[in-house]
């Protein structure tokens, strides 16, 4: 459930920092998204909101990054199908935190 939780939560950023920056969200809507569907609090929905209107693409990149780990982890799933998850995530987080394009060609090739 709390997996889900976050999973809902990046996409609601995303949404909320492309809708901020193409002009056509105001900000009783965001506010309204963000504590209605996505769950959060009113204190960190305005904190939210001011760093959509401060940085541009920043709240985007965590579902961007997060959608890369894990067609990197479906890739594992299918090229290693012998190991078992905790052998999956062993090699994921072997190489610290290395680009996922670099931890794919160290993986999959």
């Known amino acids: 459930?709390?997996?889900?939780?976050m999973r809902s939560r990046m996409i609601i950023n995303t949404?909320?920092?492309v809708r901020v920056h193409c002009g056509d969200l105001a900000e009783a809507?965001?506010?309204a998204l963000m504590?209605?569907?996505?769950f959060q609090e009113e204190g960190e929905a305005a904190g939210?909101?001011?760093r959509a209107l401060l940085t541009s693409a920043q709240l985007?990149?965590?579902y961007v990054g997060?959608?890369?780990?894990s067609d990197l982890?479906?890739?594992l799933r299918v090229g290693r199908p012998e190991w078992s998850e905790r052998q999956m995530h062993g090699a994921l987080l072997a190489h610290g935190s290395s680009a996922v394009r670099h931890l794919r060609s160290l993986l999959l090739h």
């Open 1 to 5: 459930m709390k997996q889900l939780k």
């Open 15 to 17: 949404i909320l920092d």
């Open 29 to 31: 809507d965001a506010m």
């Open 35 to 38: 504590t209605g569907r996505g």
């Open 48 to 50: 939210k909101w001011r």
């Open 60 to 62: 985007s990149t965590y």
């Open 66 to 69: 997060y959608t890369e780990v």
């Open 73 to 75: 982890a479906a890739g």
